[in-house]
C-alpha cells in the first residue's frame, strides 16, 4: 500500500511523524510544495526509501493528484504531515478496505472520533457543509472535510479531475458518492498539529468547497441528462460518461 503525505514546511512535525509510520505502508510518497525549511532534508534523513515529488503548484489538490500519479500500491492511503492525525489508523482503514469498503474516511464526529483542533466556527461550517452534500447528493457523511482517507487504486478513474486546495477532500467525498462506490467511515481523532500553523483559511476554502459542491451538482446533473437515467438509479453511474461531462465542463 501506498501511503501519500503533502508537505510545504513540515520539517518540524515530520521528525515526530514520520517514525511512527506502521510497517503495512509498502510505499511512502512525500509531495512537497517548495519548502524551504527543510523538509526534505529530514524525510531523507529519516526515511531514505521514500519516494518524494516536487509540485511546483501550491495547493493540497494539486499534491495529492501529483501522489496519485506516483503511487503504485493497490491501496492508496492520504494523511496530513501535521502530526494531526493518529498513524495507527492506517490499519483500520486498511482492514476496512480489505472488509469490502471501496472508500474508507476517518470521521471525528461519529463515536470514538474527536478533535482538539477544531474551533466553534469551523464545526459549525463543516457540519452545514457536510448536511449540503447530504441534501444534494444523498449518502450519510458525518465529516465532510477531513483528509483523511484512504481508497483502492481501482477507484482512482471516478476521481479524475483538477481541484487545486482544500476542497479537494469535500471532491472526492461526492465523486464517491456520485460513482456509487462503497464508503465507509471510521472513527479518527485529531489532534492538534504539533508546530507551527494550518494553510487553512475558514472563509476562503469554505466558499471553495461551496464553489465545487455546486459545480459537481450542475456536472451530475448533466450526466444524467444526457444519459436519460432515471434519477434513483444515478447510484449506478461508474465514472464514463459521468467523468467525461466532467472534463468538458471543468
Given at each position: 500500500?501506498?501511503?501519500?503525505?503533502?508537505?510545504?514546511n513540515?520539517a518540524?512535525?515530520?521528525?515526530?511523524?514520520?517514525?511512527?509510520?506502521p510497517?503495512?505502508?509498502?510505499?511512502?510518497?512525500?509531495?512537497?510544495?517548495?519548502?524551504?525549511?527543510?523538509?526534505?532534508?529530514?524525510v531523507?534523513?529519516?526515511?531514505?526509501?521514500?519516494?518524494?515529488?516536487?509540485?511546483q503548484?501550491h495547493?493540497?489538490?494539486?499534491?495529492?493528484?501529483?501522489?496519485?500519479?506516483?503511487?503504485?500500491?493497490?491501496?492508496?492511503?492520504?494523511?496530513?504531515?501535521?502530526?494531526?492525525?493518529?498513524?495507527?489508523?492506517?490499519?483500520?482503514?486498511?482492514?476496512?478496505?480489505?472488509?469490502?469498503?471501496?472508500?474508507?474516511?476517518?470521521?471525528?464526529?461519529?463515536?470514538?472520533?474527536?478533535?482538539?483542533?477544531?474551533?466553534?466556527?469551523?464545526?459549525?461550517?463543516?457540519l452545514?457543509?457536510?448536511?449540503?452534500?447530504?441534501?444534494?447528493?444523498?449518502?450519510?457523511?458525518?465529516?465532510?472535510?477531513?483528509?483523511?482517507m484512504?481508497?483502492?487504486?481501482?477507484?482512482?478513474?471516478?476521481?479524475?479531475?483538477?481541484?487545486?486546495?482544500?476542497?479537494?477532500?469535500?471532491?472526492?467525498?461526492?465523486?464517491?458518492?456520485?460513482?456509487?462506490?462503497?464508503?465507509?467511515?471510521v472513527?479518527?481523532?485529531?489532534?492538534?498539529?504539533?508546530?507551527?500553523?494550518?494553510?487553512?483559511?475558514?472563509?476562503?476554502?469554505?466558499?471553495r468547497?461551496?464553489?465545487t459542491?455546486?459545480?459537481?451538482?450542475?456536472?451530475?446533473?448533466?450526466?444524467?441528462?444526457?444519459?436519460?437515467v432515471?434519477?434513483?438509479?444515478?447510484?449506478?453511474?461508474?465514472?464514463?460518461?459521468?467523468?467525461?461531462?466532467?472534463?468538458?465542463?471543468?
Amino acid at each position: 500500500m501506498s501511503l501519500i503525505i503533502p508537505t510545504l514546511n513540515e520539517a518540524k512535525n515530520l521528525v515526530h511523524v514520520l517514525p511512527t509510520i506502521p510497517d503495512i505502508v509498502d510505499e511512502l510518497i512525500i509531495v512537497d510544495g517548495e519548502s524551504t525549511d527543510g523538509t526534505l532534508d529530514v524525510v531523507r534523513e529519516l526515511r531514505p526509501d521514500a519516494v518524494i515529488v516536487l509540485e511546483q503548484r501550491h495547493g493540497k489538490g494539486h499534491a495529492l493528484r501529483a501522489g496519485f500519479e506516483a503511487a503504485r500500491g493497490d491501496i492508496i492511503v492520504m494523511m496530513d504531515a501535521d502530526g494531526s492525525m493518529d498513524v495507527s489508523d492506517i490499519v483500520v482503514f486498511v482492514a476496512s478496505l480489505q472488509s469490502g469498503a471501496d472508500v474508507v474516511k476517518g470521521s471525528r464526529f461519529v463515536q470514538g472520533g474527536g478533535s482538539s483542533d477544531l474551533t466553534l466556527l469551523r464545526t459549525a461550517g463543516n457540519l452545514a457543509l457536510t448536511q449540503a452534500v447530504r441534501m444534494v447528493f444523498g449518502g450519510r457523511y458525518s465529516d465532510l472535510c477531513y483528509g483523511y482517507m484512504a481508497f483502492w487504486r481501482h477507484v482512482l478513474p471516478a476521481f479524475e479531475g483538477e481541484v487545486g486546495g482544500f476542497e479537494v477532500e469535500t471532491f472526492l467525498n461526492i465523486r464517491a458518492l456520485a460513482a456509487g462506490l462503497r464508503v465507509v467511515e471510521v472513527a479518527s481523532f485529531e489532534s492538534s498539529r504539533i508546530h507551527g500553523e494550518s494553510n487553512l483559511h475558514t472563509f476562503r476554502d469554505g466558499a471553495r468547497v461551496l464553489r465545487t459542491i455546486y459545480r459537481e451538482r450542475r456536472g451530475l446533473t448533466r450526466a444524467r441528462s444526457g444519459l436519460g437515467v432515471p434519477r434513483p438509479a444515478v447510484q449506478a453511474l461508474v465514472g464514463a460518461a459521468y467523468l467525461a461531462s466532467q472534463a468538458e465542463n471543468v
